[in-house]
């Protein structure tokens, strides 16, 4: 168990703060939480009052969005209240304000889990991203207005987004014509027609890589991962674990990679925090968020090793009951996950936190 240890000498678990744990991200740092056996306190904030997050953590608050000048009071009032120690990086919005108090946070005794602030934003602008690593990683061509030799279909998506927000294949000049007059921030890139990946990565907090685990996204809704299988492949692991390193990410990254023609994987983007489909990692056996807090404790970690698995998602309900809204769990919900074919629990991680 992570603890820390207070004024008086005595220890106490780590509280962690889930930012944004209305999204998938939150929500699915919790559950790998709970599914470690963490025996801390885990609190959350999200805009929205009805965010499942809050009601699944122990605790939570709500918090006005992360561009109103009044977030990160709210927010550290929130945090000092509660004894947060950890932050882990689960929201595009709220986790790039926390990497630039860092240091305002770190003096306050609370460790923020994630890439600076300039790692941050060279991930975050798309454009960016392509000019710092084209010249020594794989990347698809990618151009900031249509060049002569273009080649159709090509893809076209925002230079900041989240998601599949205004994402689009454009399979024609007049349909590209008719896109790009929409909107002024889009970058068009080399259409890659082949097998789509996410890989979780997880650095220590100096910035060294320790693991990944790519995993092949079989289907997909809003951006978000819903059916993915984990694999071992040593260069695609290769590769991003070498990026981690030139680009010195700090804590849990997830990188999206596709194949082009040639078969050959190229890297698409690097989100700076724990993405939607992070769990799938955890139930393979590598607890991101529970590894985020062990490195936040100064903890040596455990071999870490992955099984190859396949993964499905579906909805669980979740009834508030009273004025409080303190939730009462369906009659299916359960702590672990066991496969369908076999009846064979899944490894959580439960080790990482031991």
Partial sequence: MVTKRSQDGSTRPRCVLIPGAGGDAGIGAIKALRLAGYRGRIVATDTDPLSPGLELADTGTVLPPAASPDFFERA??????????????????????????????????????????????????????YECVRRDFPVPRTYQRPVDDLEFPCFVKPVRGKGSRRVSVCRDRDTLDRRLTEYDDLLIQEYLPGVEYTVDVLSDLDGRPLV?????????????????????????????????????????????????????????????RMG??????????????????????????????FSEITVVRYFEELVLIGEDRRPRRSAGARAGVRSAAHGRRVNSGRENLA
């Fill in 76 to 129: 550290i009032e929130f945090i000092h209240d509660e004894e947060v120690d950890v932050i882990l990086p689960t929201s595009g919005f709220d986790t790039p304000v926390y990497a630039r108090h860092e240091g305002e946070l770190r003096g306050a005794g609370v460790t923020v889990i994630g890439c600076g602030p300039f790692v941050m934003e060279t991930c975050m602008d798309k454009w960016r991203f």
């Fill in 212 to 272: 990944a685990v790519p995993r092949i996204r079989l289907a997909v809704k809003e951006g978000i991962s819903v059916r993915g299988q984990i694999i071992h492949d040593e260069k695609i692991e290769g590769l991003c674990l070498r990026l981690a390193a030139a680009l010195l990410v700090k804590g849990p990254v997830c990188m999206q990679l596709k194949r082009d023609r040639d078969g050959a994987p190229r890297f698409i983007e690097v989100n700076p």
């Fill in 276 to 305: 939607g489909g992070t769990i799938f990692a955890a139930l393979a056996g590598v607890n991101m968020a529970a590894l985020s807090v062990a490195l936040a404790a100064g903890r040596p970690l455990p071999s870490l090793s």
